[in-house]
């Protein structure tokens, strides 16, 4: 249980154009899920948090107008890379606190992570 | 500010070579520490949850220990396929209703067959 799905799992896009990178929860419904990006060899760097229903809530010195965040249900949230620059190339991963069922509680999965390349 | 501190960076062992992870955290009111393994390009797994000082949970050959101000991830005898990134983050109240976690950088292992 507890599985959390991202797609795509790797995507190119060109310079300038926008990129939408879902997160789904698959069998269990998340009030809060996270945004990360991850450079690498270093570790995870919270990006933002999204709350069904309202609106996401971004760490300092991430650009909300970038970096659109949209959390549609229980189980869908996803990520918009707007005016994408080569420097938006990274890896991102986003997670989700289950609540609610057997898996609820303060545990966060992960999803497998997207790879974005901006060329 | 919740702090997450891990050691060694790395960590190099041969196979059967038993072994310690630490991670020291400061967290203002700790909700819960948590251990994950990162293989390369991919996502963070989900190890354990420790809530209090003084629990232990194990699974397979790892085992997590928490304290007021630590942790440890105690490996027994390594295999190959244990060698990745192991985070530990912790989930402080002043993260309010969001149960958001913070990262140490984590400790690259490698068991060498």
């Known amino acids: 249980g507890a599985v959390v799905s991202q797609h795509p799992s790797r995507v190119i896009c060109k310079s300038g154009t926008s990129v939408k990178i879902e997160c789904r929860s698959l069998d269990f419904q998340a009030t809060t899920m996270f945004w990360y990006r991850q450079f690498p060899k270093q570790s995870l760097m919270l990006m933002a948090t999204s709350n069904e229903g309202s609106k996401a809530t971004y760490e300092q010195g991430v650009e909300k107008d970038k970096f659109l965040i949209n959390h549609a249900s229980l189980t869908l949230s996803t990520l918009t890379v707007t005016s994408a620059h080569p420097e938006d190339s990274s890896f991102y991963i986003c997670s989700a606190r289950p609540s609610g069922g057997i898996n609820s509680g303060n545990t966060i999965y992960f999803g497998e992570g997207s790879w974005l390349t901006v060329v | 500010e919740d702090q997450v501190t891990q050691s060694p960076e790395a960590l190099r062992l041969q196979e059967g070579e038993s072994s310690s992870l630490n991670c020291s955290y400061t967290?203002?009111?700790?909700?819960?520490l948590f251990w994950y393994r990162q293989d390369p390009g991919k996502g963070p797994e989900f190890l354990f949850t420790?809530?209090?000082a003084g629990e232990e949970k194990e699974k397979e050959r790892l085992k997590a220990t928490l304290t007021k101000k630590e942790s440890f991830l105690h490996i027994t005898a390594p295999k190959p396929e244990d060698s990745a990134t192991y985070l530990c983050a912790v989930q402080g109240r002043s993260g309010g209703s969001n149960y958001k976690l913070t990262f140490g950088k984590g400790t690259l292992l490698t068991v060498n067959p």
């Open positions: 967290v203002s009111g700790l909700r819960g």
């Open positions: 420790l809530y209090s």
